[in-house]
């Protein structure tokens, strides 16, 4: 079964500073990748998807970005973080659509 | 329309209850579909999926009903512990789309 890695659990970084945040996966290969930001009492919103290797589709425009080096490593990063960045940030892995999606343990960004 | 629209709730509803909320799609391609439970600050994890008519999993059940593209989930005896956000996922081509979420709380 699929393992997501996510760190750190919590960070908070000051207006304007860049941002990096990893995600990797374990137990499976070529997986579909995902980053997710969820706002505090609201749902999750998809940010970025990746079906390969430099295979990268943005949802919402914004200032972020997300890079997909090697088969199981998906990065989501800012060069200058704003105070509408704050959210829970979630990683997650499929290996098909019918199958279910697995998730990292998420990340809590405040920007300050 | 949304492409998946959920009632955001909250149900606040008696241990011991039975407790059902719809999700509705928009796209009549998708196949398989999902619920996901979060628990707060918690990252979402897979409750049960739905590849045809239904599926039963103790007491939980998921329905679909493609004609009218919907999907439910129904939770007999409810327990305290089933207090959460239960999330309809539905797969559409290489992206996962999420409702936005229905808030259950159960009370003693």
């Known amino acids: 079964s699929q393992t997501i890695h996510q760190w750190p659990a919590t960070l908070v970084q000051p207006v304007g500073s860049p941002l990096s945040l990893e995600c990797t996966v374990e137990?499976?290969?070529?997986?579909?990748l995902y980053w997710y930001r969820q706002a505090a009492g609201r749902g999750l919103q998809l940010l970025f998807y990746?079906?390969?290797?430099?295979?990268i589709s943005s949802e919402v425009p914004q200032n972020l970005s997300a890079s997909r080096p090697q088969d199981r490593q998906f990065i989501l990063s800012s060069k200058k973080l704003l105070l509408s960045d704050s959210g829970f940030y979630l990683c997650?892995?499929?290996?098909?659509?019918?199958?279910?999606?697995?998730f990292g343990s998420g990340t809590r960004l405040t920007v300050v | 329309r949304k492409e998946v629209e959920q009632d955001p709730g909250p149900f606040n509803v008696p241990e011991g209850a039975t407790v059902a909320f719809n999700c509705t799609y928009s796209?009549?391609?998708?196949?398989?579909f999902f619920w996901y439970r979060q628990d707060c600050r918690k990252e979402p994890k897979l409750l049960m999926s739905?590849?045809?008519s239904g599926n039963e999993d103790g007491r939980f059940t998921a329905q679909l009903n493609r004609a009218s593209q919907y999907i439910s989930l129904l939770i007999r005896d409810s327990k305290l512990s089933d207090s959460a956000t239960y999330l309809c996922?539905?797969?559409?081509?290489?992206?996962?789309?999420f409702g936005s979420g229905t808030r259950l709380s159960i009370r003693p």
């Open positions: 997650a892995s499929s290996t098909g659509l019918n199958y279910g999606y697995t």
């Open positions: 739905v590849y045809s």
């Open positions: 137990g499976t290969s070529n997986p579909n």
């Open positions: 990746s079906v390969g290797i430099g295979q």
């Open positions: 996922v539905v797969p559409l081509r290489s992206k996962i789309i």
């Open positions: 796209n009549s391609a998708s196949q398989s």
